[in-house]
Protein backbone atom coordinates (compact mmCIF):
# COMPACT_ATOMS: atom_id res chain seq x y z
CA UNK A 1 0.00 0.00 0.00
CA UNK A 2 1.37 3.43 -0.70
CA UNK A 3 0.64 6.41 1.27
CA UNK A 4 1.51 10.27 0.06
CA UNK A 5 2.33 12.46 3.07
CA UNK A 6 2.14 16.68 1.86
CA UNK A 7 3.86 19.13 4.05
CA UNK A 8 4.93 22.40 3.81
CA UNK A 9 1.71 24.24 3.41
CA UNK A 10 0.60 27.59 5.40
CA UNK A 11 -0.23 31.44 5.20
CA UNK A 12 1.17 33.69 2.24
CA UNK A 13 0.97 37.37 1.50
CA UNK A 14 0.93 37.77 -2.19
CA UNK A 15 3.30 37.62 -4.22
CA UNK A 16 5.49 35.31 -1.56
CA UNK A 17 6.36 31.68 -2.11
CA UNK A 18 6.35 28.36 -0.50
CA UNK A 19 7.60 25.10 -1.26
CA UNK A 20 5.30 21.79 -0.79
CA UNK A 21 6.95 18.47 -0.76
CA UNK A 22 5.06 14.90 -0.10
CA UNK A 23 6.67 11.96 1.20
CA UNK A 24 6.05 8.73 -0.67
CA UNK A 25 5.85 4.94 1.40
CA UNK A 26 5.51 1.60 0.16
CA UNK A 27 5.78 0.40 -3.47
CA UNK A 28 7.92 1.73 -5.99
CA UNK A 29 8.38 5.60 -6.05
CA UNK A 30 10.94 5.72 -8.67
CA UNK A 31 8.09 4.22 -11.51
CA UNK A 32 5.21 6.13 -10.64
CA UNK A 33 3.99 9.60 -12.52
CA UNK A 34 3.67 12.09 -9.85
CA UNK A 35 1.30 15.07 -9.59
CA UNK A 36 -0.16 17.84 -7.89
CA UNK A 37 -3.84 19.46 -7.47
CA UNK A 38 -5.85 21.54 -5.87
CA UNK A 39 -9.56 22.25 -4.52
CA UNK A 40 -10.62 25.66 -3.26
CA UNK A 41 -13.88 25.40 -1.69
CA UNK A 42 -16.80 24.98 -3.59
CA UNK A 43 -15.04 24.20 -6.59
CA UNK A 44 -13.82 21.12 -8.65
CA UNK A 45 -10.09 19.52 -7.84
CA UNK A 46 -7.79 21.12 -10.59
CA UNK A 47 -4.64 19.68 -12.01
CA UNK A 48 -1.71 21.78 -11.25
CA UNK A 49 1.50 19.67 -12.39
CA UNK A 50 2.79 16.61 -12.94
CA UNK A 51 6.42 14.81 -13.57
CA UNK A 52 7.18 11.66 -15.43
CA UNK A 53 9.02 8.75 -13.57
CA UNK A 54 12.40 9.99 -15.38
CA UNK A 55 12.13 13.41 -14.40
CA UNK A 56 12.50 14.05 -18.08
CA UNK A 57 9.44 15.94 -18.28
CA UNK A 58 6.66 18.16 -16.29
CA UNK A 59 3.61 19.98 -16.86
CA UNK A 60 1.97 22.71 -15.86
CA UNK A 61 -1.55 23.91 -15.79
CA UNK A 62 -1.79 27.53 -17.73
CA UNK A 63 -2.65 28.71 -14.65
CA UNK A 64 0.46 27.98 -12.51
CA UNK A 65 2.89 27.84 -15.23
CA UNK A 66 6.22 29.89 -15.10
CA UNK A 67 5.68 30.40 -11.26
CA UNK A 68 5.14 26.81 -9.95
CA UNK A 69 8.10 24.25 -10.49
CA UNK A 70 7.79 20.43 -9.71
CA UNK A 71 10.31 18.39 -8.88
CA UNK A 72 11.21 15.01 -7.83
CA UNK A 73 14.05 13.10 -5.56
CA UNK A 74 13.39 9.18 -6.25
CA UNK A 75 16.71 8.70 -3.33
CA UNK A 76 14.01 10.50 -0.73
CA UNK A 77 10.77 8.93 -2.37
CA UNK A 78 9.64 12.65 -2.35
CA UNK A 79 7.96 15.17 -4.99
CA UNK A 80 8.22 18.80 -4.33
CA UNK A 81 6.33 21.50 -5.19
CA UNK A 82 8.22 25.31 -5.64
CA UNK A 83 5.28 28.14 -5.50
CA UNK A 84 6.64 31.73 -6.42
CA UNK A 85 4.63 34.82 -7.03
CA UNK A 86 1.77 33.16 -5.39
CA UNK A 87 -1.56 35.18 -5.69
CA UNK A 88 -5.38 34.71 -3.40
CA UNK A 89 -6.30 32.98 -6.38
CA UNK A 90 -3.62 30.01 -5.65
CA UNK A 91 -5.54 29.52 -1.65
CA UNK A 92 -6.96 26.02 -2.24
CA UNK A 93 -5.86 22.67 -0.21
CA UNK A 94 -2.93 20.97 -2.38
CA UNK A 95 -2.94 17.49 -3.00
CA UNK A 96 -0.25 15.13 -4.28
CA UNK A 97 -1.21 12.11 -6.26
CA UNK A 98 0.73 9.01 -8.00
CA UNK A 99 -0.09 7.21 -10.68
CA UNK A 100 1.72 3.52 -10.56
CA UNK A 101 1.74 2.27 -13.87
CA UNK A 102 5.19 3.01 -14.68
CA UNK A 103 4.77 4.75 -17.89
CA UNK A 104 7.30 6.90 -19.44
CA UNK A 105 4.79 9.01 -21.09
CA UNK A 106 2.90 11.20 -20.15
CA UNK A 107 -0.74 11.34 -21.02
CA UNK A 108 -3.89 13.79 -21.04
CA UNK A 109 -5.67 11.48 -18.36
CA UNK A 110 -2.82 12.31 -16.00
CA UNK A 111 -3.94 15.90 -16.22
CA UNK A 112 -7.78 14.41 -14.12
CA UNK A 113 -7.99 13.02 -10.89
CA UNK A 114 -8.78 9.79 -12.60
CA UNK A 115 -5.71 9.13 -14.01
CA UNK A 116 -3.83 8.59 -10.39
CA UNK A 117 -4.46 6.16 -8.27
CA UNK A 118 -3.19 7.36 -4.84
CA UNK A 119 -3.24 10.35 -2.82
CA UNK A 120 -2.21 12.24 0.10
CA UNK A 121 -4.22 13.81 2.72
CA UNK A 122 -3.78 17.81 1.43
CA UNK A 123 -2.02 20.79 2.54
CA UNK A 124 -4.20 23.87 2.83
CA UNK A 125 -2.19 27.03 1.56
CA UNK A 126 -3.84 30.12 2.03
CA UNK A 127 -2.61 33.35 0.13
CA UNK A 128 -3.99 36.66 1.63
CA UNK A 129 -4.43 39.62 -0.04
Known amino acids: QVQLVESGGGLVQAGGSLRLSCEASGGSFSTYTLGWFRQAPGKEREFVAAITRSAGSTYYSDSVRGRFTISRDNAKNTVYLQMNSLNPEDTAVYFC??????????????????????WGQGTQVTVSS
Open 97 to 118: AADPSGLYYFTPRRRTAAGYEY
